[in-house]
């Protein structure tokens, strides 16, 4: 079976790496908000899908279809917690996966990095994401694995 699959904010980790070596999928859609960013990664990248747009914007969720695979690498602190895997579930083929990397909020390294920018960098706390994924009658399992930086 063709597996499709999504990622944000391509344009962001490492020039859209994370969206081009997305496992082999069949089929591959990179979302960010910056045109320009999705643009060139279109000219570059032919046999994959770049689009601009808020995951946001319900309008724009809506032109996206639903996915096997849902990648959400290094923009969960900069986008809204809770909010963020209500929206990403609706993309979400049943049966589908959801892999995500995002800062640990509870590190003394990202705790500063919040600090400094004051509200524009958010990651979301697992147990944010634990009431969120505890609610979901169809989620079948889920996981959560990590680390942290020595003091």
Not at 20 to 34: N, R
Not at 56 to 64: A, N, S, V
Request: charged fraction near 20%.
């Amino acid at each position: 079976m063709p597996i499709s699959a999504i990622t944000t904010s391509p344009a962001v980790c490492s020039a859209g790496a994370n969206t081009s070596g997305t496992f082999g999928a069949a089929s591959v859609t990179g979302i960010d908000q910056v045109d320009a960013a999705m643009s060139a990664l279109a000219r570059d990248n032919p046999d994959l899908v770049f689009r601009a747009g808020g995951i946001d914007d319900p309008e724009f969720r809506k032109t996206l279809g639903r996915f096997d695979n849902v990648y959400l690498i290094e923009v969960l602190q900069y986008l809204p917690a809770p909010k963020i895997f209500d929206w990403v579930w609706e993309l979400l083929e049943p049966g589908g996966i959801v892999a995500a990397v995002f800062p640990n909020d509870r590190d003394p390294l990202v705790q500063k990095t919040v600090a400094r920018f004051e509200g524009n960098f958010a990651p979301p706390s697992i147990a944010t994401f634990a009431a969120w994924a505890d609610a979901q009658p169809d989620l079948a399992t889920w996981a959560v694995r990590g680390f942290r930086f020595q003091d």
